[in-house]
């Protein structure tokens, strides 16, 4: 529930901007802003102005411009626009005057109050800073009116602040930008005032993003547009199995191209350094490699599925426990089961990844889409041997990430430095991949098998659910194994073992399977498979059970789930089921958010066709509904192209897809109608990144089975 | 290594490269544009699409000695100020996510609606079947393309 403070104390603001009681920081930006550091508005850019700092998070020109600094990634998500309105509000500032920036990399001041380091992930940008850009906004807001009132000599209660402008009865007002700099000197009183939701102007409406008119006009600035003078283009060629290790290298040729400057081998492999990344791709071409594969990972995929097939037969620890499953199943009349095998995926950010390093004096600023600021930052000083402090993160967009730029041990910025490392020249150097080095990286959804057996009761209702799994862990051997518990890692689990469908005899295992294949989080994690699997299994009991499958998830459904909500919304929005193809309906809870879709195909010269997808989501207050809707038709899309067409496989060890050509991903003439429903709500508000993604593919899977009569458990996928 | 003028976006300019460099890397690193992306190096993807001589191509795929004299068009040079009736949709419909597509998804829609003023959705289909979108943001690609066509 929303835990709404109308008052907070002085010391709880301070606190939670990580400020002393010293006070405020004042101070001023000299020289414009170079690239990275363009503030981004939907205004033209107005020239650089006095800034001051009222606290971390809100800076305020002479030229009235608000900038709203983001401590968060923008990849897509739209967070950057959210966050900002989020300011604005508090502030009272009109929307026209409003713009971001990035945050630097500082733990102190801008962790994720959620995460407890600098990082964006789970969904949790807007969740983990409504209350902190609340508080910066009416502090910021509050330092104003104390500087409208010395300098009016008025009572604070008597100044008024709206859209942009402060005011008083006497008829005495200005900007935000004049008042700037006195702000900055006064002292925060001792409470302030947050405002009634019920009084937001900005806060629900659909805002148009920030970042619009910069990302249709090609300024919006990525890794692999960052350029410094005398930068050199390093491409990297990599081993053909994971865990394999160089073991002779030819580069006679692809030295004696010319514009090759320099070869180096790094821990990952062998970097070509060279004028330009045509030249470097070139070299690349002629490197002659011999590989040591002792330690290599060499099983393909059909031997991972044959060796997880046979453990899946034995029983793992346990995640969920409730009742006997076991017994009960035992003993049950008609048990149902199904076995699911889910592939390895790969995110495939549109933007190959990539990272600028300009190491000299013992100091390093890196260039790219940053996801887990804290993270990178200690792994670049310890393969620098610098110090973290003497890391500079300089964040730029991310051209998609979906889980990808999130790694724990910081991959290919480690790769990037490794190279500045070994360079024997000092130039500033931007490592870029090509989608080879993309699909080929690892770092894959893990792949993963399932056996469920379930049962239902003479009245209809189930009584039990016996779910395990065959998953890799990548919290395993990772910075956040702490994190794995008795044997589960709830990532592994999440979306089934904390289900809250009411089923009395409810046990779920998961074994940790152990393979040389590098794996993480694909957005929405676990929910990627567990909503597949319990959203089917759960339409596979209501079919045996003959009944309908909504009224047979109600039923299974606490009285006060929120899931029930977007359920009934999405089918009633839904209207009448198509004529002669199939509906299906999935409801899943993900990262706080609750989201429930309904697929109809419908038959198509005799193969079923994806008519429309109906969804509803219930994410808490709605910063800005079109923003929900956009996330909403990303992750629908997203869910899609993996259901139908996604697959990293592997041959002796090796991955078998290159290029868009083999990894078939969703082009436009596939994309569904989609319809966005919002529940009401007055919770905190939570996130709509990932959760938009699980209920798809097992609604689309239901629709399938009704149309058809054919129950899917292998992904990805075909409709006809 | 050779001498190349290219006239992009209306402006005569001097490159010396290798024969076989694509369009895309000369107009990146030579050029200084980098609104133009690089996706997949192989045709497939569209992230690179810019206008030769009026027409939809992937620049990854023209070597730079293939151009013939034939005038290039990129995402900078659409119109003046980003305010081409798709820019200006694509902004008003908060069509970008992160955004890396979008530079080749214009370029492509543009050349569409310059020989297809008002196209249905199966002529947006297959002029638009060769840019991908990871983010997903189809609905609204469509939408913009059917809104900038109603505003021209
Ligand atoms: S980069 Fe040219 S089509 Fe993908
Ligand atoms: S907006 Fe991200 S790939 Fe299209």
Redesign the pocket.
């Known amino acids: 529930m929303l835990k709404f403070l109308p008052q907070t104390s002085r010391r709880d603001f301070l606190k939670v901007l990580g400020l002393g009681a010293a006070g405020l920081v004042v101070g001023c930006t000299g020289s414009p802003p170079a690239s990275p550091g363009t503030p981004v508005s939907s205004a033209t850019p107005s020239p650089a102005a006095q800034l001051e700092e009222l606290n971390h998070f809100v800076k305020i020109g002479a030229d009235d411009r608000v900038t709203v600094v983001v401590k968060h990634s923008e990849f897509g998500q739209g967070s950057s626009t959210g966050l900002t309105a989020i300011v604005a509000e508090e502030l009272d500032a009109d929307w026209s005057q409003m713009a971001w920036e990035f945050a630097p990399a500082d733990n102190k001041k801008y962790a994720n109050t959620l995460m407890g380091i600098q990082g964006t992930g789970g969904s949790s940008a807007i969740a983990n800073s409504w209350q902190e850009l609340r508080l910066s906004g009416a502090g910021a807001r509050a330092l104003l009116v104390a500087a409208a009132a010395a300098e009016w000599k008025v009572p604070v209660s008597e100044i008024e602040v709206s859209k942009g402008t402060i005011s008083h009865k006497s008829g005495k007002s200005s900007g935000f930008g004049a008042l700037a700099a006195a702000a900055a000197r006064q002292k925060l009183p001792e409470k302030v005032l947050l405002k009634d939701p019920s009084k937001f102007t900005l806060i629900g409406q659909p805002l148009p993003r920030l970042d619009g008119a910069v990302k249709t006009n090609g300024q919006a600035q990525f890794a692999i547009d960052q350029s410094l003078p005398g930068m050199r283009i390093a491409v990297m060629l990599r081993p053909p199995k994971f865990g394999a290790k160089l073991k002779k290298l030819d580069d006679a040729a692809a030295k004696a191209v010319s514009g090759v400057f320099e070869i180096v081998t790094v821990a990952r492999g062998v970097a070509v350094i060279a004028k330009d990344f045509w030249t470097a791709q070139k070299a690349k071409r002629l490197l002659q490699a011999e590989w040591d594969f002792t330690k290599a990972e060499k099983r393909g995929s059909a031997e991972l599925f044959r060796d997880y097939k046979k453990q899946l037969k034995t029983p793992g620890p346990v995640a969920r426990n409730d009742g006997k499953a076991e017994a009960t199943l035992a003993g049950a009349a008609h048990p149902v089961e199904l076995e699911y095998e889910f592939p390895y995926l790969a995110h495939a950010p549109m933007e190959p990844l990539g990272c600028l390093v300009d190491f000299k004096n013992g100091e390093v600023d890196l260039y790219y889409g940053a996801q887990l600021q804290t993270v990178d930052q200690a792994s670049a000083a310890a393969t620098l041997g610098i110090s973290q402090e003497k890391v500079r993160i300089n964040s730029v967009f991310g051209g998609g990430s979906f889980g990808r730029r999130a790694t724990p041990d910081s991959d290919y910025v480690v790769e990037a430095c490794s190279i500045a490392k070994a360079a024997k020249e000092k130039t500033p150097i931007k490592l870029i991949w090509d989608r080879t080095d993309d699909l080929h990286g690892g770092r894959y959804r893990p792949m993963s098998v399932h056996r469920v057996r379930g049962a239902v009761g003479a009245d209809g209702k189930p009584t039990a659910f016996f779910h395990r799994m065959v998953v890799q862990s990548f919290l395993a051997d990772s910075p956040f194994a702490m994190m794995i518990k008795d044997g589960v890692d709830a990532t592994s689990v999440e979306g089934s073992a904390n289900s809250d469908y009411q089923i009395p005899n409810f046990r779920v295992e998961v074994h940790m399977a152990r393979v040389g294949i590098p794996t993480l989080w694909w957005r929405s994690v676990g929910h990627t498979y567990n909503a597949f699997v319990m959203e089917t299994f759960v339409d596979a009991l209501a079919h045996a059970a003959r009944q309908d499958p909504v009224k047979f998830r109600l039923a299974m459904l606490p009285k006060r789930s929120r899931r029930r909500g977007v359920l009934e919304l999405a089918v009633e929005k839904a209207g009448k089921p198509p004529q002669g193809g199939g509906r299906g309906v999935a409801v899943h809870e993900s990262f706080g958010s609750f989201v429930a879709q309904v697929v109809d195909l419908e038959m198509k010269g005799g193969k079923p066709s994806l008519l429309k997808v109906v969804c509803a989501v219930d994410c808490g207050i709605v910063i800005n509904p079109d923003q929900v809707k956009s996330q909403m038709e990303s992750g629908i899309n997203y869910a899609l192209s993996a259901a139908l067409g996604e697959a990293i496989t592997l041959k002796d060890g090796e991955v078998e897809q290159s290029n868009f050509d083999a990894y078939k991903v969703l082009r436009l003439p596939a994309a569904p109608p989609i319809e966005v429903f919002i529940v009401e709500s007055n919770a905190a508000p939570t996130g709509t990144g990932e959760p938009g993604v699980p209920p798809l593919a097992p609604a689309l899977a239901n629709a399938l089975f009704a149309a058809t009569g054919k129950r899917i458990t292998r992904l990805p996928f075909t409709l006809g | 290594m050779s001498k190349f003028t290219i006239t992009v976006n209306g402006q005569p300019r001097e490159v010396e490269a290798d024969d076989d460099k694509p369009l ?1 890397w000369v107009l990146r690193e030579d050029f200084g544009l980098t609104g133009t992306k ?11 699409t810019v206008h030769l001589d009026g027409q939809a191509v ?4 023209v070597p730079v000695s293939a151009l013939n004299g034939k005038p290039v068009v990129t995402i900078e040079g659409l119109a003046q100020d980003g305010q081409h009736p798709l820019q200006k949709a694509w902004a008003e419909l908060s069509v970008p996510q992160c955004g890396y597509c979008q530079s080749g998804q214009i370029m492509s829609a543009a050349a569409l609606l310059a020989k297809t003023p008002q196209p249905s959705d199966e002529q947006i289909n297959q002029a638009m079947s060769g840019n991908i979108c990871r983010c997903g943001s189809y609905p609204r690609i469509r939408a913009a393309i059917h809104k900038a066509a109603g505003s021209s």
């Open positions: 895309l690089f996706g997949c190096g192989a045709s497939l993807c569209g992230a690179c992937r620049s990854c795929s």
